[in-house]
C-alpha cells in the first residue's frame, strides 16, 4: 500500500517507520524544511507513563472556567461560534464524569505500557541517542488542596499495576536535593521509578535519518490544502498552487499526523476527528548553575545532560 503521511513530528515519523517495517511504501509531507520543527521541537522531555491520566476529569471543568480568561493558563482553552467545538465540549465534559475516570485511566495506562515497550524495543534495536535518563518522575505539590485530590489518580494507578508512590515533603527533598531552597512550599508530592526522560526532537530527527534509509520518501517545505477524492477513496494530498516541486503523491491513505490540521483535513469528507487543538506552555531554559538543578524529573522537567537546559510545564 502507498500511505503519505502528513506531518513529520514524532507520532508522523513513527508512523512513517513503523508503515515501512510492515512493507508500506511511505512519502512523508511536512511544511517544515525538516523533521520536528514544530511541536516535537521543545517538548516537555517526559516518557511519563505512571501519568497517563486524562485531562478530562471531574477537577478539570472548574480549572478550565478559571483558566479561560487568563493569557498564562496552562491549559488555554478559547470558546468560539464554532457547533463542532461545542460538540466537542460536550464530549469532553462527559469525560469529565466521575464514572469515566477509572476506565478512561485503565485504558490510558494500557496504551502508555504499550507504546514505553515499544519505545525501549527500538531504542535497543537501532541505537538512537536522545539524552535518555530513566531516572523516575518526581511530581510536586504546593496546595494542599491538590495534592489531596492527585491521589484518586494515583491510587487508580496503583490498581493498574502502575508503581506511583506517595512522598511526603522530605522524601521530595531526598529524591530531588535541588528543591530543598523551596521546602517550606511543598506539601508532598508522588514518584514514578519507572518512567523516563528524553529530548523528543535528538529522536525524531535520528528516526527520520533510519526512515529515509529504510526507503521512505520525504517531501519538505510542502504545504498540504486538502485531501482529493476519487472514486469515494482519498488518493492523494493536494498541494498548493503555484506548482510546488513535487506533483500530489498518488496513495492509497492518507495518514494525517498533524492534530491541529487534522480536522479541516477530514471535515470535507465528513470524516469525524474528537481531536481539538488546545494551547499549553512548555519551556526550556539554559542552566545558570547546573550543580542546583535536577537530577531526577520532576513535573517540571530537568535538563537530560549533555544539554546545558531545562524544560518546563505547569498544571
Known amino acids: ?78 470558546p468560539q461560534l464554532d457547533w463542532r467545538q461545542w460538540m466537542w465540549g460536550l464530549a469532553f465534559l462527559r469525560e469529565c464524569l ?13 496504551m502508555a505500557e504499550y507504546s514505553r ?35 484518586r489518580a494515583a491510587g487508580l494507578m496503583r490498581d493498574f ?13 531526598a529524591i530531588e536535593p535541588a528543591l530543598a531552597p523551596h521546602r517550606n512550599t511543598i506539601v508532598g508530592g508522588d514518584y514514578t521509578p519507572e518512567d523516563e526522560s528524553g529530548d523528543v526532537h535528538l529522536f ?12 521512505v520518501e520525504f517531501r519538505y517545505s510542502t504545504r498540504v490544502t486538502r485531501l482529493i477524492t476519487q472514486a469515494g477513496a482519498v488518493p492523494r494530498p493536494a498541494l498548493p498552487a503555484p506548482a ?8 492509497d491513505a492518507p495518514a494525517p499526523a498533524t492534530p491541529s490540521s487534522r480536522p479541516a483535513l477530514l471535515r470535507p469528507h465528513r470524516t469525524p476527528s474528537t481531536l481539538h487543538p488546545a494551547h499549553r506552555s512548555p519551556l526550556t531554559s539554559h542552566r545558570r548553575s547546573p550543580a542546583r538543578h535536577p537530577t531526577s524529573t520532576p513535573p517540571h522537567p530537568p535538563h537530560t545532560p549533555p544539554a546545558p537546559r531545562t524544560a518546563a510545564t505547569r498544571a
Open 117 to 151: 515497550a515499544t519505545l525501549r524495543g527500538m531504542r535497543a534495536e537501532l541505537g538512537i541517542e536522545y539524552d535518555h535518563l530513566e531516572r523516575g518522575i518526581l511530581n510536586f505539590y504546593r496546595d494542599q488542596h491538590e495534592f489531596e485530590n492527585s491521589q
Open 1 to 78: 500500500m502507498k500511505v503519505a503521511v502528513l506531518g513529520s513530528g514524532i507520532i508522523g515519523i513513527s508512523s512513517a517507520w513503523w508503515l515501512s517495517q510492515a512493507g508500506h511504501d511511505v512519502v512523508v509531507i511536512d511544511r517544515c524544511t525538516g523533521p520536528a520543527q514544530e511541536t516535537s521541537l521543545a517538548n516537555g522531555a517526559q516518557i511519563s507513563v505512571s501519568y497517563a491520566e486524562p485531562w478530562a476529569n471531574p477537577q478539570a471543568p472548574l480549572k478550565l472556567l478559571k483558566w479561560m480568561f487568563q493569557d498564562n493558563a496552562p491549559l488555554l482553552f478559547r
Open 98 to 110: 466521575p464514572g469515566r475516570l477509572a476506565p478512561n485511566i485503565r485504558a490510558m495506562v494500557r
Open 161 to 173: 499495576g502502575v508503581e506511583r508512590r506517595v512522598v511526603s515533603t522530605d522524601e521530595v527533598i
Open 204 to 215: 525524531t530527527v535520528a528516526l527520520a535519518e533510519r526512515c529515509a534509509r529504510a526507503g
Open 244 to 251: 510546488p516541486r513535487y506533483p500530489p503523491p498518488p496513495a
